[in-house]
């Protein structure tokens, strides 16, 4: 296995691409293709751009972006060339990442347990009324919870201390 340009440069040379292609296709400067070719990372622009570079030149090649933008990064990290900008992009764009990643993560996990409760409610609600049809059939449902005969009677018995309180 060679290094990240001489990979790419296989790549492309194995697809019958060339430079000048990729160049008329994303409008980068030529210069910064070969530098990527050559792993002379230290003529690229610099920051995200040089990601959004090797973005554009494995898409035109038909290649996995974001496989090729990691092997960029580990490669321009081991070269020793990384300026201490770029460093704080990389660091940067893998905090985004990881941001992006949680709200997402929440949200999912919201709704996981919305719908348990969910499911708990509806399951909780058939029990009881599953419980209050066998009740009423085997006829034990009325004396659990009590009916009008017990509310008339609370009403007398309400009736009679209010009367004899006077």
Partial sequence: ???FGEE???ERVNRGIALEKITEVTKINPRHLRALE???FRVLPGGILNKGIVRGYVKVLGLDEMDWITRFQRAYA???????DDRNWIEFAANVGRARVRPRDA??????WAGAALLLLV???AAFFVVRY???RSGWWPTVIPGREVAAGLAQWVAHR???SR
Avoid: H, I
């Avoid at 081991?78 to 201490?84: E, F, I, K, R, T």
């Fill in 1 to 3: 296995m060679g290094s």
């Fill in 38 to 40: 050559d792993n002379e």
């Fill in 162 to 164: 209010l009367d004899s």
């Fill in 78 to 84: 081991a070269s020793g060339q990384l300026l201490d």
């Fill in 107 to 112: 949200a999912t996990e919201r709704l996981k």
């Fill in 134 to 136: 066998f009740g009423y």
């Fill in 123 to 125: 399951v909780s609600l």
């Fill in 8 to 10: 790419l440069r296989m």
